[in-house]
Every structure is written in structure tokens, then in C-alpha cells.
């Protein structure tokens, strides 16, 4: 089988030094990755290896907690903030109502039309959440999302 691509599935800190590294060896093969490459330090790291890369990421949801989040830490990056935020919601959700770490659980299970920074989404009931999915690349300017 000839290999077309490679997706670069890697720990933050890693997938810059590592699409570098490939080009330096002379690897010409396109990379592809998830909600990692969504990191500027990564690009930055890359020194370019990365730029016209395209990856999967949540799309963005909701854009006032994107501008809070940049507004209140610059240069930060943004890879499960997001998510971190929306669960945290969820999570003081369920103290204020006094559930048990299993009533939490079914909790989780059974949400519906919950509306926080990954836009609005609910439980499908099978440990997973409806959140969209979008395409992005990598540019030179930063990440755009593909049509």
C-alpha cells in the first residue's frame, strides 16, 4: 500500500519539533492531525512544517467565551479550553442540584440542549456529546476553518 499522508498523533510539544524534523529528513507527505494543531507555539516549533496542514477540531462554538478567553490570556493556547469551561458548568450544574457522583453520571448521560462554550449540544447517551466538527488548516496567519 503507498502511504499518501501522515497523521501526526501526538502529545503538545511534540507535533511541532516532529513535522520539522520530517522535513529535515526530507519527508514531503502532507500532515494531518486533530485539536493539537490548533496550537501557535506547535506552528511556531515548526518552523513552518505545519503551515497548509489540516486537522479536525470542535468547531467554535460560542465566540464571546473566545474572545473572553483570548482577551484574558494572551498567546495562550486555546486546545480544551473550551471543553474544560462547558464541564466545569455541568459540573457546579450538578453541586448546585446535590447529586451523588452517580446521580452525576446519569446526569452527564441525559443532557439536553446545554448551551456553553462549545455552542449548544446534548449527551447522545452513549459517553459521548453532539458537539460539531469542522475542518480546519493551518496558514501562515493562523488557523482557518475549510468549507
Known sequence: ??????????????????????????????????ENFEDENEVKTSTGAMVNSWYIQADDGNSQFLTAYRSRFPGKSLFFAANCHDIMLLAADAVKRGLTSEQFNSFLHTVKNFNGALGTFSATGDNRFSIGAVVKRVTPEGFVRQE
Open 1 to 34: 500500500p503507498q502511504v499518501h499522508a501522515i497523521f501526526v498523533n501526538l502529545y503538545f510539544g511534540q507535533g511541532g519539533p516532529f513535522t520539522r524534523q520530517a522535513r529535515e529528513k526530507g519527508v514531503t507527505l502532507p500532515f494531518f492531525g486533530i
